[in-house]
Structure formats: structure tokens, C-alpha cells
């Protein structure tokens, strides 16, 4: 199904178009603070009973840890993009035209921000014009700040309008939004102060058939057929807040029940009123040595065990870790347990960071066809064999790494060259710079293998007034003058 590209014909449709992007924002931007809130380091505090003292709301704010950004940034530190291969590019030529733009736009480190976006919040965005001097700009955008509108969210590779909202330095808005054809901006002196019209510009990108397209790409963590894109933040709160209920609970026995309560029974205080018994009590200190008189008893109440709270906090840790597929030691547990343990620990892990790499890398494809179309190389632009490379993040030591595929090329005449790129710390720069050079000087055994070559290649019989002469000779096969 294509999609028909929606096109503003008049500023006041355009304002239109505004009025009812920002009344959608607006009613996802709550959402959004709520998951940003806990991704980060704002969460929802835990609520306390009326009677609960400064002290309480102290032990609180200091149990909030921001276990959700932890879920974030461990997937997020495995996805780094490093480059794209296309078939028959053997001197990568075309990989290295075709990637430019991601260098030109600083993508190497935007790339993080954009990612961990996505899976936070669900998605995230990409959006490709044309420079003043014909290169493409890509420009990335969290939900927080954009808003795109699908005829069909689930199978629509482009939003029919895009919508930004750029807070300035100097309290000003900056609007835009973004059809098949143009960007339309518009200005506010304020959040909500009223909006004028700044301008309308073209973007200049088309697809890669030519058809007009809303040059933007989303990026989704997940997305299901009725096109619902969850983050690795909001299933995952209520289980943050059993965390910081733990945590608080471990802090108020701690602070409060740790340590002996000293008792003595059969003190006589009947001489002091109420006030001068209480300043008496508040003069015991723990360490302080306790005499009585004549049927005195002293004793002692037993310390809070907290190794029930602390158990009970582990579990929920590893709950945590095994619904969102992420590693315990991410956590700070460290398991004793061989190579082969370790490795099934992390196949969950693995899983759900290899279907990152699908969806992410699909887009970013997308984002870099868009940027060839703008850039008007249309063949790069309609070229869907690619497939994106990604940096090599597994906790492999350089020696395992060059065993196994030293391994490969041995046994399984796999060319040296093209396991260059598959060492780990090793970008596929780096590799096609290596295998650049290895063209480029030659060793002795490559130059004898050449020369043996070419002392094989068959050279085509000649054809005579006598008929073939397969050594060049004449027809007595006497060699001709």
C-alpha cells in the first residue's frame, strides 16, 4: 500500500495543521515526562504516611536510585553503528560515498543520543533537508521536542506531517512543521504565547524513487502490527518502585533499629516531673556505661536483622533483570560461573540487542537513502541491497577474538582480509584502511602469486588464412616471420 504524500497549500492550513499537532503533543508530553522521569533521576516518590517526620522524607530522597537508566544505557553501549557494505564494492568506493553524510553530520556521537531516545521513550527521529550548498542535514529528535502523524503507524514507512517544538535561548518557540514538499515555521515569544508565521522553505528530498515523501525516519524500540512502540522504561516502573521501596525500607531499619536498645527496669525517677525524666533518657548515649541502684536490671533489645530486607531487594533486582533481558552483573551481581555460564547468562541479552540492530539498522539505511536522494545520487537512494555494520561490543579479549578467526581462515579458507573488521576495537575504517594498503604494498608472496597468475592466464588461438594456429606458427608449424 503507497501511502498518497500530503502536501499544505496555504499558511492558514498549515496553522491548522499546527493547532491539531499541538493538541496531540500536548496530550503525550504528560506521558512522556512521567517515563522521562524515571529514566533519568526524577521518579515518582514513594508516599509516606501523614505522620511520617523530615526525617522519613530525608531517608526517602536519598533511597531513589535510577535503576531504569541503568536498563537503558547497558543496551544502549551496544549499539554503535560503523558502517554499511554493499555487494560488489569491492574497493568500497560506493560503501564510502554512500556514508559520507553520516560523517558530514557528526552521526559517529548523535548516533548514541538518538539510540537511547528510541528505547527509552519507544522511538525517536531522524529528519533529512537539503543544505544551502546541496549536502543533506540530518537533524535528530527525541519524542519530547516531536511529533510524527501516520495514515497507518504500523506498515507507513514516512509520517504524512512532522512536527518540532525548539525552545530558543532568549524563551522563544520555534515550530516546525513538515510536509511531503515543504517546512513551515512558525515563532512564539513564549511556551504559550501566541504563534506568528516565520517563513516556509522546501526540504528537497524525495525518495528513492522520486516521489515526494515527509523526509522523516522513526526509530522504534519495539513495534507491534497495530503499531505500538513501548520503551525499555515504562513496563518496567512498577518494578523500580518495589526497588526504591526496598531501599527505603533497609535505610529506615538501618538508621533506626541497627544497633542494641539498652533497657533498665526499676529506676526510680518518681522525684522528677515528666520533662526532667525525658532530658534523663536523652543523656544515654550508646556507648555510655549504666549503674542503678538496689533492684536495678539492665538488658537489651536486638537489632533489626536486615538480611530479610536485603534479600528481599535482591530478588527484585533479579526480576528486574530478567524481564527487561538485562544482565545481572549489570546490577552489580557478579556470578562465579565458567564461560559457558556466562554466555548463557547474556543469550537473552543478546537477543534482544540483536533485534535492536535490525530495526535500528533498517533506519539508518533509511536516513542515509533520504540523504542520497537530497544529495541527488538517486541510484544510492533506490539501492535496498545494504546492510548495516555494526561495531563488534562483546566482551571478548583480543586473543579469543584472533584464535577464533585465525581458526576460520585455516580451516575454512576464509580470506584473512575480510575478518580484519571482526576484531574487536577494530572499525571497518580501520579495516578497509588495512586492506587498502595490503593492495597498495603488495608482499613477496602476493607478487609471486601474481606472476604465477599470470603465466596461466590461456591466450586465445589466432586464426589464420590456414586456420587456427594454436602456437602462432605457419602451416607447417615452422614459426611464421
Not at 365 to 383: I, N, Q, S, V
Request: proline residues 4%.
Amino acid at each position: 500500500m503507497v501511502t498518497k504524500p500530503r502536501e499544505l497549500g496555504s499558511e492558514q492550513e498549515a496553522r491548522d495543521a499546527l493547532a491539531d499537532l499541538l493538541a496531540d503533543y500536548g496530550s503525550e508530553y504528560a506521558q512522556l515526562r512521567k517515563i522521562d522521569g524515571w529514566w533519568r533521576w526524577r521518579p515518582e516518590k514513594n508516599r509516606l504516611s501523614r505522620k511520617a517526620t523530615a526525617e522519613h522524607r530525608a531517608l526517602r530522597d536519598i533511597s531513589q536510585t535510577p535503576w531504569l537508566q541503568m536498563v537503558v544505557t547497558t543496551l544502549a553501549q551496544t549499539l554503535y553503528l560503523d558502517g554499511v557494505e554493499m555487494p560488489g564494492d569491492m574497493d568500497g568506493s560506493r560503501s564510502k560515498r554512500f556514508w559520507a553524510p553520516w560523517n558530514n553530520n557528526r552521526m559517529g556521537a548523535r548516533q548514541i543520543g538518538l539510540h537511547r531516545s528510541a528505547i527509552a521513550y519507544g522511538s525517536a527521529y531522524t529528519a533529512v533537508s537539503r543544505g544551502e550548498d546541496g549536502s543533506a542535514r540530518i537533524d535528530c529528535w527525541s519524542p519530547m521536542e516531536s511529533l510524527a502523524v501516520y495514515r497507518d503507524p504500523a506498515r507507513d514507512v514516512f509520517p504524512q506531517l512532522f512536527l518540532t517544538v525548539c525552545e530558543l535561548g532568549d524563551e522563544s518557540t520555534l515550530y516546525e512543521v513538515w510536509d511531503a514538499w515543504n517546512i513551515w515555521r512558525f515563532t512564539s515569544d513564549s511556551r504559550h504565547g501566541p504563534v506568528g508565521f516565520a517563513e516556509v522553505v522546501e526540504h528537497g528530498v524525495r525518495d528513492g524513487n522520486g516521489r515526494p515523501v515527509c523526509p522523516v525516519v522513526r526509530y522504534t524500540n519495539q513495534i507491534d502490527l497495530q503499531g505500538r512502540t513501548p520503551g525499555e522504561v515504562e513496563p518496567y516502573i512498577t518494578v523500580a518502585k518495589r526497588l526504591n521501596k526496598d531501599d527505603y525500607d533497609r535505610m529506615v531499619a538501618q538508621h533506626y533499629n541497627s544497633w542494641k536498645v539498652k533497657t533498665a527496669t526499676n529506676l526510680d525517677m518518681s522525684d522528677l516531673d515528666e520533662k526532667e525524666r525525658e532530658e534523663k533518657k536523652l543523656k544515654l548515649e550508646q556507648g555510655s556505661m549504666l549503674f542503678g541502684g538496689e533492684g536495678v536490671q539492665f538488658g537489651t533489645l536486638s537489632e533489626t536483622d536486615l538480611d530479610n530486607l536485603v534479600n528481599s531487594h535482591q530478588a527484585d533486582v533479579d526480576e528486574l533483570a530478567a524481564v527487561s533481558q538485562t544482565p545481572a552483573t549489570a546490577f552489580g551481581k557478579m556470578v562465579n560461573v565458567g564461560d559457558a555460564g556466562i554466555e548463557e547468562s547474556r543469550a537473552g541479552f543478546y537477543a534482544k540487542r540483536n533485534e535492536r540492530r535490525k530495526t535500528f539498522g533498517v533506519s539508518h539505511l533509511d536516513t542515509l537513502r533520504l540523504c542520497a536522494a537530497a544529495e541527488g545520487r538517486m541510484d544510492d537512494a533506490a539501492d535496498m541491497d545494504l546492510t548495516a555494520v555494526w561495531a563488534d561490543t562483546d566482551t571478548r579479549t583480543i586473543s579469543q577474538a584472533v584464535d577464533a578467526w585465525g581458526k576460520a581462515h585455516q580451516m575454512l579458507g576464509v580470506p584473512a582480509e575480510q575478518l580484519w573488521d571482526l576484531l574487536p576495537n577494530v572499525t571497518k575504517a580501520q579495516a578497509d584502511m588495512w586492506r587498502a594498503y595490503a593492495r597498495e604494498h603488495p608482499t613477496a608472496d602476493d607478487i609471486a602469486v601474481r606472476a604465477y597468475q599470470a603465466q596461466l592466464d590461456v591466450v586465445e588461438p589466432k586464426e589464420t588464412d590456414y586456420g587456427v594456429d594454436p602456437g602462432g606458427g605457419g602451416p607447417d608449424g615452422q614459426a611464421s616471420a
